[in-house]
């Protein structure tokens, strides 16, 4: 047995030798094939026409990579393509080139990993055709020093406490090299024209490649390092959009603009790095550029060559930058815009206004201010931005967007609209504030709309009627010594309300200003409360102050306009007063009036009205009370409609004592004075009968005395229900601005007011009648 394990051990031993030492590749099989491509240097050699591009790369460290392995592609100028850049550039040899501007343009050239045409537009990880169009170069540029007094507009600048500043000018990103094809053009919808707009002097053609302005004459020249491709220019680092503001050929006439979005800037310290020239260790700072237009900042940052969204989408996409020139800025303010009416100086602005100002020159693709777009050049805040081909001065494809010089001002629809003084004058904040806890502010801001502010400042929220109650009333504090220490409406977010006529204890300051933090509780009433009283200064449409009409405000309530200058709501006609136009500010969408006042919603509901009408409505009452139609308030003397739902807006076409005694003689109702002697039945019959009565005169749609509100409305009664729904009888309504009648659409039946009309009550326009409806 011994003897055969030994006898197995030794066969498998000199199988293993075998296999080792017998079994060796044939080397003629793996030589190098004789006819494969050279690396990516000697094909250039071997190509002849890049002798000036080869050295421009003997001057660097590339030519050992390029010669001897890695993946790269490179983008070569040819000799000819060299020899015009020395001519434009005054050049008259090779050598007479700066080192650093070699290095510089070598470094552009060069990206990592081999692309053909097809690869070359895949994006990251997808492999779809089309999808990109640019790939980082090897260039990324130098640290830079700055003085801190050409800084002087960043953020903060005054905190700088140092003279000098090494800046990390790169933020550690590498420019692009942008490059188009028909399959990435295609895709995204880029015309021929639009590359034509965007390279003036260059044509794109079907089957065209081009790198930047530069045309590609040879494409995919496979190495056995890489790919090659043969232009017709030399492409040095393009400036990206911040740095393209101070091109030299531009004479400084983009420098108002700079410095706005310079205001947007500040210093950080990256810490101590080494100093590659020196091998010290120094301190180096970076630009930040704040954004988001939600914060009222830039909508994305200029100066950085990356596009950073959610994803980093630098090989697919480019922003689009616009930039007014100073004299158009300049005239812009001089002008009568709404600007130009709050401010004398681009630099009085506060950050915010200067970010909403910035919002309408800032686009999420280049393409969007291209020709093919015009007319659908929406901003990154989807604004449509009224940009016309006739405004551009000046162009250029940036490393990181297309950049177009502007010799006009695109108004923003924040401040260009009704929107604009509200944003522009803090004595609006609280105003402002609720306009845009409501979600209206957008589309107060929409120019295909027409409407109408009352403008409410913070001091004219005073001892003024709670909509929601029947008897407070409430002052909001804007300077006041029980208020917290250093307390400032405008910055403090919290706004303080004093409410006064409560019925119970609630007779104090909303939020309490002693509290550690205010109660949400009374942060919401304060909210809810001033947000009730805003939506009565604006209208959706415009105000003719001489048409002494009425006009439906947001609230739902009514405003009266009369005598070319005069506006009140259903309060200030009950107290006798009304507010009048102070200053007029005309916006793209509507006219925003400077109030004298407030305007007041109605002060009192239905029965309180009636009451105080009760010489004319005295039966009427007492058909709704015999009903039992009233709910009582505690605290208060006046009552509500128990079959109401006061979310919504009513007409009562209240019939006088007349048409009341007509409708008992006629017997569709009992003598609400006999009701209490009748039995139980015959009571309950003639609650039900004075109760549908009652019913009948009410309208489901607020009708005052317009001569524009009509068309066909339910009344509160119905007489019977289909699939478990109430069938409400329909009033046709014919509508002047001196009476209205309503005809019933089933029977014909038809009234007609008469007497007193317009009578406000919370969310019930009165009218009299002088027969009841049947």
């Known amino acids: 047995m011994a003897k055969k394990i030994m006898h197995r051990k030794s066969l498998i031993i ?85 080192q650093e501007r070699i290095q510089h343009l070598v470094e552009n050239t060069i990206i990592t990993d081999g692309w053909n045409t097809t690869t070359l537009t895949y994006f990251k990880s997808r492999f779809y055709l089309g999808q990109s169009f640019r790939r980082r170069t090897q260039y990324q540029a130098a640290n830079r020093e700055f003085d801190k007094d050409t800084l002087q507009h960043i953020f903060e600048w005054d905190k700088l406490d140092q003279q000098k500043y090494l800046m990390n000018y790169s933020n550690g990103r590498q420019k692009t090299v942008d490059y ?27 089957g065209d490649m081009k790198v930047f302005d530069a045309n590609v004459s040879q494409k995919n020249v496979i190495a056995e390092n890489g790919i090659i491709y043969a232009l017709d220019k030399v492409i040095e680092p393009q400036p990206n959009l911040y740095e393209n503001l101070s091109a030299a050929e531009y004479g400084g006439k983009y420098s108002m603009f700079k410095k706005m979005i310079e205001r947007f800037a500040e210093i950080r310290s990256l810490g101590d790095q080494i100093n590659e020239e020196t091998g010290e260790l120094e ?34 996409q480019a922003w689009g930058f616009l930039a007014p020139t100073n004299d158009a800025l300049i005239s812009y303010l001089d002008g009568n815009s709404i600007l130009g009416q709050f401010y004398d100086s681009y630099d009085d602005m506060p950050l915010d206004v200067v970010g909403k100002f910035l919002s309408p020159y800032f686009f999420n693709d280049y393409w969007d201010i291209c020709p093919s777009r015009l007319g659908q050049s929406y901003d990154t805040s989807l604004g449509l931005v009224d940009y016309k081909l006739e405004d ?19 108004t923003n629809n924040s401040f260009g609209t009704i929107m604009g003084p509200l944003l522009l004058d803090e004595n609006y904040s609280i105003m402002l504030g609720a306009i845009q806890d409501l979600g209206i502010d957008t589309a107060l801001q929409s120019k295909s709309s027409r409407f109408t502010i009352l403008g409410v400042k913070n001091d004219q929220f005073v001892d003024v009627a709670d909509p929601n109650s029947a008897t407070r009333k409430i002052t909001v504090l804007v300077d006041d010594p029980r208020l917290p220490p250093g307390y400032d409406i405008n910055v403090s977010g919290v706004v303080y309300m004093e409410v006064t006529g409560d019925p119970g204890n609630g007779n104090r300051i909303y939020p309490d200003p002693e509290a550690s933090s205010p109660s949400s509780a009374d942060v919401a009433y304060v909210t809810k409360t001033i947000n009730d009283i805003v939506l009565n200064q604006i209208v959706d449409e415009d105000i003719d ?38 200053e007029t500010k005309e916006t793209a969408n509507g006219n925003f009036y400077e109030m004298s006042s407030i305007i007041e919603r109605p002060l009192g509901f239905t029965y309180s009205l009636l009451v105080d009408n009760a010489t004319t409505f005295s039966s009427f009452l007492e058909v709704l009370e015999s009903a039992d139609a009233f709910i009582t308030i505690v605290g208060s003397d006046d009552k509500l409609l128990n079959f109401l739902n006061l979310s919504r807006t009513f007409t009562l076409f209240a019939p006088n004592n007349s048409a009341v005694a007509q409708a008992i003689s006629d017997g569709v ?29 009410f309208i489901q749609q607020a009708l005052p005395t317009d001569g524009k509100t009509t068309g066909t409305f339910a009344s509160m009664y119905f007489s019977k229900i289909v699939d478990f729904a109430e069938i409400y009888d329909e009033f046709s309504v014919v509508n002047t601005t001196s009476s209205i009648s309503i005809t019933n659409v089933e029977s014909g039946e038809s009234v007609t007011t008469s007497g007193i009309t317009n009578l406000f009550s919370k969310r019930v326009v009165i009218h009299e009648t002088s027969n009841y409806i049947k």
């Open 14 to 98: 000199l199988c293993m030798i075998m296999a080792v030492f017998g079994c060796k590749p044939d080397p003629l099989e793996y030589a190098r094939p004789d006819d494969l491509a050279g690396t990516i240097y000697t094909q250039l050699e071997s190509m002849g026409t890049f002798d000036y591009y080869l050295k421009s790369l003997d001057q660097t460290l590339y030519p050992e990579p390029l010669k001897k392995g890695g993946s790269w592609t490179v983008f070569a100028p040819t000799d000819e393509a060299f020899e015009k850049f020395m001519s434009d550039e005054g050049f008259a040899t090779f050598d007479a080139i700066p």
């Open 283 to 316: 301190e180096v700072f970076q630009f930040r550029f704040y954004t988001g237009v939600e914060n009222d900042a830039l909508p994305f940052n200029p100066f950085d060559e990356n596009y950073a969204t959610n994803i980093d989408g630098t090989l697919a």
């Open 180 to 206: 188009f094809l028909d399959s990435y053009m295609s895709t995204w919808g880029v015309e021929y024209s639009d590359y034509d707009f965007m390279f003036p002097g260059e044509t794109f053609n079907e």
């Open 392 to 410: 551009v001065v000046d162009k250029r494809f940036c490393s990181n967007g297309f950049f177009v010089g502007v010799n006009t001002v695109y």
């Open 545 to 582: 102050f001489g048409s002494n009409n009425y006009y439906q405000t947001r609230s739902g309530e009514y405003v009266y306009a009369f005598d070319g200058n005069s506006a009140a709501g259903g309060g200030d006609i009950q107290l006798g007063r009304s507010a009048q136009i102070v």
């Open 669 to 697: 109702i009992v003598d609400p004075s006999t009701v209490d002697g009748l039995d139980d039945l015959d009571k309950a019959i003639a609650k039900r009968d004075l109760l549908n009565f009652a019913r009948k005169h």
